[in-house]
């Protein structure tokens, strides 16, 4: 064992033939302190991978994610989910004559119905929802494309908005409320949708659009400006409608003074960007009746009633109207079963085959170690 020569001036920089007061033969000691934790002489602890510590583990992992992942996958699976694409690409479409024909330019309003079918009944409530693709909404310039201080109802903000929203910040040399690229293209469609009876009558499905926004947007992110909210044309003078828009921000819901303005709830959702360039959006919420023990949607024909109002061509979109129910996982969404399955599973396959190489070689090496 070699001993070393400690001297604690050499610790703190004082060399040999130093000088204290920077002389020529001064020297920069980069030589870490003689502490527990720059010298790593602090206690750790490192596992040692034992098969009896590690065979267990993969066992107990497989034997937990695998009844997870089935239980999360039959649920999912329990999820009842309608789609019908109402794009108007093919010329067999009942919208095909809309889609061809409607722009932002447009002044009137297209309709169109597209007849459908459910093959089994939906309990419970159902959600409505609409969907787009091919729409960017992750884009960076759109996504920063708003102004929340307006949103949040500064007045400050109403008069004068960010400079993010360009170029729909002003238009005919008013400010734009709400301004940005966001709120230029929300989505306007109007979708009914009615039950065909056996005997040939339509029955309209009462659709709720309260109550599909969440409860933090509604509540704190949103809010008119401060005045007099029973007469949002006042609050709201002297802006401008977005470009792309038919009617100003007070005239979304002139019925309902709590769902109008900057807080009308289908406002609300589509402010809520999305993540993927395929999304949907809640749109309308079918609630089943109290102490009823008909289904809320039963097996039959339907028919879609479509207020064209969104033209997606430009862009090669597509736009579908979904049906679903929910559960207590939410909606329908069979990937984070099958991810606990394949976990468990690889994670299980992988403790028989360390098991069974365990088995096979592990007494031959215990041998060799003692006949050694």
Not at 34 to 50: E, G, M, S, V, Y
Request: glycine share 8%; proline share 6%.
């Amino acid at each position: 064992m070699m001993a070393s020569n400690y001297n604690a001036k050499e610790e703190y920089g004082h060399q040999p033939g130093a000088t204290g007061h920077g002389g020529a033969g001064t020297m920069t000691n980069k030589k870490p302190d003689n502490t527990a934790f720059k010298q790593q002489r602090l206690p750790a602890w490192q596992p040692i991978l034992t098969a009896g510590a590690v065979l267990p583990a993969f066992f107990v992992i497989g034997l937990i994610f695998i009844p997870i992942g089935v239980g999360l996958f039959v649920t999912s699976n329990n999820i009842k989910e309608f789609a019908i694409d109402y794009t108007g690409v093919d010329m067999s479409s009942p919208c095909y004559n809309c889609s061809q024909s409607y722009s932002w330019n447009s002044t009137k309003s297209c309709t169109c119905s597209v007849p459908f079918a459910l093959d089994q009944p939906f309990e419970s409530n159902v959600f409505m929802y609409y969907g787009l693709s091919n729409f960017y909404q992750n884009h960076r310039r759109y996504v920063k494309s708003r102004d929340d201080s307006q949103l949040n109802g500064d007045k400050t903000s109403l008069q004068s908005p960010s400079k993010e929203c360009e170029p729909y910040r002003s238009s005919d040399n008013k400010p734009i409320a709400p301004c940005g690229a966001i709120a230029n293209s929300l989505f306007n469609d109007t979708l009914e949708l009615y039950y065909i009876d056996p005997n040939g009558s339509r029955t309209a499905i009462p659709l709720v659009k309260k109550g599909i926004a969440w409860w933090t947007d509604k509540h704190v992110k949103f809010r008119n400006p401060s005045g007099n909210n029973n007469n949002l044309t006042v609050v709201f003078q002297g802006t401008s409608k977005p470009v792309n828009w038919r009617k100003a921000v007070y005239e979304l819901d002139p019925s309902d003074s709590d769902n109008n303005g900057f807080i009308n709830e289908d406002f609300i959702v589509w402010m809520r960007t999305a993540a993927l360039p395929t999304f949907r959006k809640l749109y309308r919420i079918i609630q089943k009746k109290a102490n009823n023990l008909t289904p809320t949607l039963p097996r039959g024909e339907y028919i879609l009633e479509v207020t064209y109002n969104y033209p997606v061509r430009s862009f090669n979109g597509r736009k579908r109207m979904i049906l679903s129910t929910i559960s207590w996982m939410g909606g329908k969404n069979p990937f984070l079963g099958i991810a606990y399955i394949t976990v468990g599973s690889v994670c299980f396959c992988l403790g028989l085959v360390l098991l069974s190489i365990h088995y096979r070689y592990g007494k031959r090496n215990n041998s060799a170690e003692i006949s050694s």
